[in-house]
């Protein structure tokens, strides 16, 4: 036959007339051999309808229709003599070898790629078409694999073109069922292959996967009728079982696979494209797709191999099972894959021990693990979900048994002035704040860190103390109304104005009083709206308070602060706490009603902030102890819980007011602590500067080093893969070496599931 590669080539002069007379001459011929008697074809019978066809078939692609409803010249001569189904017919009188089989499917992909008009939608071309993939339902070479795919990958574009042919596939029948049927049964086994002939698969079935989103009865035949999703989600199980057991790092700094890490070990490769392509499925498909192919997921893939694979005891094997996990959740974006994944992570037991309550735990083991899981808690507080969030921190906050009694209401105090802020920069160790620096050295460092603060500028925990102060002079009346409210107004505009200019200097002249009237800052109105929200019953019931909330706008923020009855230094304004509506900060996408059921615990005897932000603190303190990358990844996930736009939470990390419980630490004492462990250290240590000096050196170099042109310096990376023999199970040995610099990644190990360790 003529080769693949050759295109088409029709005689652009000829008229229609003329090219249907050599299409009848050239089936003539063919005709006259197909009329023979004969039990097998002569090898000269076959390569004389091979050419014949070969001809006939390009100039049936080049045929042209005559009118938008009617069919060409020669494609009406085709369908009035069934002549594909008499040739395929003729064909199966001898022996359908494999190299036959290729030939007809080649012929078919070129006809149905270059026709000039619709073919599909005629019965003589689509029963003769699915006749042939019926036969060829179980290829057993390479060649007839690729030929196969290819024809359906096309037959899958033509349908999605003309969605109306799908109708004909859905109702034509064949030997083997429905034929869109042996459409799915012929391109499921290639679901999971690599290279082209994998890649040609996926797209073909997510063209159909498209189609069915509209038409319920596709979907309905996809889902009882097939074994697509079956085979897609529980294929991902086997893929699994081949990934590498063990990864051995270079770099103390890696914590999680990158791109670059995984894209040269071939099973990660594949694994991820079937993982990619599940999500594109879920994406495009019918709800009723969706609906069965997530629960096989769940089923199929995460209970029965991710959580033991989770629970492996092997440090090594924890490691690798928890890097994957946080790579999958990182490629994850459609909603109703992701929520199935974190349903596993939040809910699902394994040894009498949920997945979350095990993740948290390692939180405290080696350092590698440690990372590794932290970078996984990262990945999932990044996902701004309220169900994560509820199942980490808040279920154990809000029956806020963490406060005293008597906090309960301040829950919702916001802070206004940047007072917390001030109470945690106080927490810095005074070797490490700039002023304690020696010239030369703040000099150096001048493009990282303050050059000390200007003269005369006062602390700004000073201030707060003064505040505290100012207000703790307030006397008090019967009636709980404070007295010279003018004068304190005045020191408290001050020393605001203070803060303002950055000058300890004398405030130039006094802001006139603002007539209530007067329009309020985004501070002030979010003050007010908070303050204006509460339910009457449970409002503040002083009599200041209740001829503030008559005003008809919101007085200044100073005067309610003054006219508040008086407070010891230290302690909160009292507010009480409604609940406010979680939400997930990623815009809502996923409500909490209905997908995480938690019952509300009753109060422990031992009141506590729950596991997580426990091991977390606990980690905090020791920080002295941690490598520089555990504290990195430390540090930032408490910066993400402090972000999380939730009172409760809000209030627990950031509100330096709160009088917690005795057994519930917050994160100022943690942080108190830690400071004093870095004096007491650096006052032990005589050579401590230098040493200081010299950490601050290499952090800056460390953050200004370009990679772009780091790599240029290193060799290039070497590969070597030597996986198992064709046709080898999936569960076989093999190992993949890769050499990477800083923090590359080299797989040193993979075996089966019931391979000898």
């Given at each position: 036959?003529?080769?693949?590669?050759?295109?088409?080539?029709?005689?652009?002069?000829?008229?229609?007339?003329?090219?249907?007379?050599?299409?009848?001459?050239?089936?003539?011929?063919?005709?006259?051999?197909?009329?023979?008697?004969?039990?097998?074809?002569?090898?000269?019978?076959?390569?004389?309808?091979?050419?014949?066809?070969?001809?006939?078939?390009?100039?049936?692609?080049?045929?042209?229709?005559?009118?938008?409803?009617?069919?060409?010249?020669?494609?009406?001569?085709?369908?009035?003599?069934?002549?594909?189904?008499?040739?395929?017919?003729?064909?199966?009188?001898?022996?359908?070898?494999?190299?036959?089989?290729?030939?007809?499917?080649?012929?078919?992909?070129m006809l149905i790629s270059q026709a000039r008009q619709p073919l599909l939608q005629h019965k003589p071309v689509l029963t003769p078409l699915l006749r042939l993939l019926s036969l060829c339902a179980e290829p057993t070479s390479s060649l007839l694999e690729n030929s196969l795919v290819l024809l359906l990958n096309q037959l899958c574009v033509s349908v999605a073109k003309e969605p109306s042919i799908l109708e004909l596939f859905f109702h034509s029948h064949t030997d083997q069922g429905p034929a869109n049927l042996i459409i799915f049964s012929l391109l499921i086994p290639f679901i999971h292959h690599e290279g082209v002939l994998g890649q040609q698969a996926r797209d073909a079935l997510l063209l159909i996967m498209a189609m069915s989103a509209s038409n319920h009865a596709v979907a309905k035949s996809i889902t009882d009728n097939s074994y697509f999703c079956p085979v897609l989600a529980t294929g991902l199980s086997a893929l699994y079982s081949s990934l590498p057991r063990k990864i051995e790092v270079r770099g103390d700094d890696w914590h999680f696979l990158r791109r670059e890490d995984w894209i040269g070990v071939s099973s990660l490769v594949l694994f991820m494209?079937?993982?990619?392509?599940?999500?594109?499925?879920?994406?495009?498909?019918?709800?009723?797709?969706?609906?069965?192919?997530?629960?096989?997921?769940?089923?199929?893939?995460?209970?029965?191999?991710?959580?033991?694979?989770?629970?492996?005891?092997?440090?090594?094997?924890?490691?690798?099972?928890?890097?994957?996990?946080d790579l999958f959740l990182r490629s994850v974006s459609e909603t109703a894959l992701l929520k199935t994944f974190l349903r596993f992570v939040l809910l699902h037991r394994h040894d009498n021990s949920t997945i979350l309550d095990t993740l948290v735990g390692r939180i405290n083991s080696n350092s590698r693990l440690c990372m590794v899981s932290l970078s996984l808690f990262r990945t999932l507080l990044s996902l701004n979900c309220e169900d994560v969030m509820l199942q980490l921190v808040l279920r154990y906050l809000l029956p806020c048994s963490h406060v005293m009694l008597s906090q309960k209401r301040a829950v919702r105090d916001l802070d206004i002035y940047g007072k917390t802020a001030a109470k945690f920069l106080s927490l810095i160790p005074r070797c490490c704040r700039p002023e304690s620096l020696?010239?030369?050295?703040?000099?150096?460092?001048?493009?990282?860190?303050?050059?000390?603060?200007?003269?005369?500028?006062?602390?700004?925990?000073?201030?707060?103390?003064?505040?505290?102060?100012?207000?703790?002079?307030?006397?008090?009346?019967?009636?709980?109304?404070?007295?010279?409210?003018?004068?304190?107004?005045?020191?408290?505009?001050?020393?605001?104005?203070?803060?303002?200019?950055?000058?300890?200097?004398?405030?130039?002249?006094?802001?006139?009083?603002?007539?209530?009237?007067?329009?309020?800052?985004?501070?002030?109105?979010?003050?007010?709206?908070?303050?204006?929200?509460?339910?009457?019953?449970?409002?503040?019931?002083?009599?200041?308070?209740?001829?503030?909330?008559?005003?008809?706008?919101?007085?200044?923020?100073?005067?309610?602060?003054?006219?508040?009855?008086?407070?010891?230094?230290?302690?909160?304004?009292?507010?009480?706490?409604?609940?406010?509506?979680?939400?997930?900060?990623?815009?809502?996408?996923?409500?909490?009603?209905?997908?995480?059921a938690v019952s509300p615990r009753a109060p422990a005897p031992c009141p506590r902030a729950g596991p997580f932000v426990t091991v977390l603190f606990s980690k905090l303190e020791n920080m002295l102890h941690n490598s520089l990358y555990v504290n990195f990844l430390l540090t930032g996930l408490v910066a993400q819980l402090a972000c999380y736009p939730q009172p409760l939470l809000r209030s627990f990390l950031l509100n330096t007011n709160m009088v917690f419980q005795p057994s519930v630490k917050s994160l100022l004492q943690v942080l108190g602590s830690v400071k004093n462990k870095i004096e007491s250290f650096a006052a032990s240590q005589e050579d401590f500067p230098a040493l200081l000096f010299k950490a601050k050196k290499y952090l800056i170099a460390r953050g200004k080093l370009d990679w772009s042109e780091a790599q240029s310096a290193v060799p290039s990376l070497r590969r070597s893969e030597t996986l198992g023999r064709a046709g080898e199970p999936a569960g076989g040995r093999a190992r993949v070496g890769r050499g990477l610099h800083r923090g590359g990644l080299r797989v040193v190990g993979c075996r089966g599931p019931g391979a000898a360790p």
């Open positions: 036959p003529a080769p693949r590669s050759v295109s088409l080539q029709s005689p652009v002069t000829a008229d229609p007339e003329t090219c249907l007379m050599v299409f009848k001459n050239h089936w003539s011929q063919v005709l006259r051999i197909l009329e023979k008697r004969g039990s097998k074809p002569a090898p000269d019978d076959l390569s004389a309808v091979r050419n014949n066809t070969y001809q006939m078939l390009n100039l049936l692609a080049e045929d042209r229709p005559r009118g938008e409803s009617a069919m060409g010249p020669i494609l009406e001569f085709v369908v009035s003599e069934n002549l594909l189904e008499r040739l395929l017919c003729w064909h199966l009188q001898g022996d359908l070898t494999e190299e036959r089989k290729v030939e007809q499917l080649k012929l078919y992909e494209n079937s993982l990619e392509f599940c999500n594109a499925v879920i994406q495009v498909a019918h709800p009723l797709v969706q609906k069965q192919l997530v629960d096989y997921v769940h089923n199929g893939f995460l209970v029965p191999v991710m959580g033991p694979a989770l629970h492996k005891t092997s440090i090594e094997e924890m490691i690798a099972s928890t890097a994957y996990l020696p010239p030369p050295e703040r000099e150096e460092e001048h493009a990282a860190w303050s050059k000390g603060t200007p003269p005369g500028w006062e602390p700004l925990q000073s201030v707060d103390s003064l505040l505290d102060e100012l207000l703790a002079k307030v006397p008090a009346e019967p009636n709980g109304a404070g007295v010279s409210i003018e004068r304190f107004t005045e020191e408290l505009r001050a020393i605001e104005a203070e803060m303002k200019n950055g000058s300890a200097a004398a405030p130039g002249p006094e802001e006139p009083p603002r007539s209530p009237d007067a329009p309020l800052c985004p501070e002030e109105e979010e003050a007010y709206e908070s303050f204006a929200s509460l339910p009457d019953s449970e409002a503040p019931a002083g009599p200041g308070e209740a001829s503030a909330r008559a005003l008809p706008r919101a007085p200044d923020p100073l005067s309610l602060i003054v006219a508040s009855p008086p407070r010891t230094p230290g302690q909160p304004p009292s507010q009480p706490f409604t609940g406010e509506t979680m939400r997930c900060g990623g815009g809502g996408e996923m409500p909490l009603q209905g997908r995480v």
